[in-house]
Structure formats: structure tokens, C-alpha cells
């Protein structure tokens, strides 16, 4: 999928697969510098971090393991129900690991918040972000994130693991979504 193949839906892109695919490059040399030596494990926040996960892993020349969560902290509407539930949980063991959890966005950074508290919980050795896109002016609490693709504005984004309505994951690019999409 493509530009072209959004018409109308696609307002303008952000960020380019060029730009992505750069950036990730960085972070991976980042991380592995930070991590050389020791033990890594990769923690996927499902489903928007997929894309993500699966380009930084190629990219990272340090053995890495990987694993999967998915949390919610929606009900039945767009709102925050404020209660965060775990949809999945890791296979994984964690405690004495080095845990890397990989985002596609943060937004208000509550419900990372609490999944970082909840991992901390189960004793590893270190926890830490890595996140393709952060959108400073949506943070709501302090969070401290090591690794960040980009800072975007607080716009609607797509692409890239981001979606609407389930729709437009798996563009190569960041966008923001024309408003007669979801008004």
C-alpha cells in the first residue's frame, strides 16, 4: 500500500519510508552499543508495534530475544476507560533480563506508564522505550523514553503500525489522515 492507494484518506505524510528506515538504522546502532555484552529481550506492544519490532530487529547486530504484550486501557468508545487490562502477556520470564519495550507511538503515555510499573514488578534488570514516534505535547505524565524515532505533533497519524479503524498499518510511511476520515 502506498500514497497513491489512500486517495483522498491521506492528508499529507510526516514521515517517509526513507526517513524510517534511517532512523531505525540509528537506533539500532544506539542500542547496540548500549547493550553490548549483555543480554537483550525485545517486548512488542501489540499490534502497532509490529512493523517496528520487526525492522529494528533486523537492523540490531546484537542477539536479541523477542516477545509480545498486548494491553488495553479503551472500553467501548475512543476515551480512556482508565483501567488498563493485559490482553497478552509475555511468555517470558523476565526477572534479571534486560528489557527493551518497543512502541510504535506514545501518545498521553498513561498506559505505558503503567505497563513499564507492571514489568518493573516483575524484577529484570533494566526496563526501557524505544518508540518510532512520541507526540511531546500528548504526554501526560513524565516518562522517561531512551530511544525516539521521531516527535511528531499531536496530529492523527497512520502508517507504519499506526492505524484507523484497523485500516492503514501496513503503509511505509507516516501520515496524518484527512479529518473527513473520522469526523
Not at 510504535?104 to 506508564?113: A, E, F, K, W
Amino acid at each position: 500500500m502506498d500514497a497513491k492507494d489512500m486517495g483522498s484518506a491521506l492528508d499529507k505524510i510526516l514521515v517517509t519510508e526513507e526517513e524510517i528506515r534511517t532512523r531505525t538504522r540509528e537506533m539500532a546502532a544506539e542500542i547496540d552499543a548500549d547493550y553490548a555484552g549483555r543480554d537483550l529481550l525485545l517486548v512488542g506492544v501489540l499490534k502497532g508495534a509490529v512493523m517496528v519490532m520487526a525492522d529494528l530487529a533486523r537492523e540490531l547486530h546484537h542477539p536479541c530475544e523477542m516477545d509480545w504484550m498486548a494491553v488495553s486501557s479503551y472500553g467501548a468508545g475512543t476515551t480512556s476507560s482508565g483501567v488498563v487490562r493485559i490482553l497478552k502477556d509475555l511468555d517470558t520470564d523476565i526477572q534479571g533480563r534486560n528489557v527493551l519495550v518497543v512502541e510504535d507511538v506514545i501518545d498521553s503515555g498513561l498506559t505505558l506508564s503503567w505497563l513499564i510499573g507492571n514489568l518493573r514488578s516483575r524484577r529484570p534488570e533494566s526496563v526501557e522505550i524505544c518508540t518510532m514516534v512520541r507526540k511531546p505535547l500528548a504526554l501526560n505524565i513524565d516518562l522517561h523514553v531512551k530511544y525516539v524515532g521521531f516527535d511528531l505533533p499531536n496530529e492523527f497519524i497512520v502508517g507504519y503500525g499506526l492505524d484507523y479503524a484497523e485500516k492503514y498499518r501496513n503503509l511505509p510511511f507516516i501520515g496524518t489522515l484527512a479529518a473527513h476520515m473520522y469526523d
